[in-house]
């Protein structure tokens, strides 16, 4: 019965049974029976053989139901159990609370999503598709611009790290790994929001990084990482005082003012 059920899914099942693409119980069923075309497969034959077993009455108003894989129908929609029918769940990565948070910025997120499958195109990962012969960091000019240098040991990004945690008065000791960067942000800290900031502002870095990266690839525009310094302020603060209102994220601004004077 569970595959004769599986065939109404099908896109072509009103064909199958010979019913309109908007049929209804009430089109289908009448005072004579069932309206269905004569079974032309197993499964067919064992969905009319269910259904002339069910006493359905007649005077009652069709309702639409979802359809739900674990259990009978509902009638209301959920996203997340859609979403769970048409997409395999994968293993939960230990760093989904470090790119998806309450506050997060989106465009922000993902690229700190895609850097932490180590999905940038970097220029080591253009050569190594054969896009390019030199995969010198952009940024340096020095070594290979794989993830990890360009965004935590590259010369320009360890100085834009060594400011901004700074500024939020932390110890830095620099990052020699993605994986050190992710436990560094899984940290704990004791004082209100200070841990929410934490994760802005590495994206925020992370994001105006690889945005430098391309205006120097692309334009050939340079900003000196000074120049990189106000920007990466000005966006920082914009995002702590746009979240200022929220009882949950309030004080973060307090938090980046607080180094000001380092």
């Known amino acids: ?9 099908r896109p072509d099942a009103h064909q199958v049974y010979g019913l309109p693409l908007d049929a209804t119980v009430s089109k289908a069923l009448t005072r004579n029976g069932w309206i269905f075309r004569g079974a032309r497969s197993d499964n067919a034959e064992s969905l009319m053989c269910y259904l002339t077993g069910k006493e359905l009455k007649l005077d009652v108003k069709d309702v639409y139901l979802w359809a739900n894989s674990n259990g009978d129908p509902q009638d209301r929609f959920s996203f997340a159990d859609t979403w769970k029918v048409c997409k395999t769940p994968a293993p939960e990565v230990p760093w989904h609370k470090q790119v998806w948070f309450p506050g997060s910025i989106p465009k922000y997120s993902f690229m700190m999503w895609l850097a932490c499958l180590d ?8 050569r190594n598709w054969g896009l390019v012969e ?9 070594y290979n611009e794989t ?4 965004f935590l040991r590259c010369p320009y990004s360890y100085d834009l790290w060594r400011w901004c945690i700074s500024r939020m008065q932390l110890h830095f000791m620099g990052f020699s790994t993605w994986d050190r960067l992710i436990l560094w942000l899984q940290a704990p800290c004791s004082e209100g929001n200070l841990s929410t900031l934490k994760l802005l502002v590495a994206q925020a870095v992370i994001y105006t990084l690889w945005h430098e990266r391309n205006a120097r690839l692309f334009t050939g525009k340079r900003t000196p990482v000074e120049g990189l310094y106000h920007l990466l302020d000005r966006r920082i603060r914009n995002t702590c005082l746009a979240r200022d209102k929220s009882p949950k994220l309030r004080g973060m601004l307090e938090y980046w003012f607080r180094g000001l004077s380092n």
């Open 134 to 142: 030199d995969d010198t960091c952009i940024l340096c000019e020095i």
């Open 147 to 150: 993830r990890d240098h360009l």
């Open 1 to 9: 019965m569970e595959t004769a059920h599986q065939d109404l899914n």
């Open 119 to 126: 999905r940038m195109p970097t220029m080591s990962r253009l």
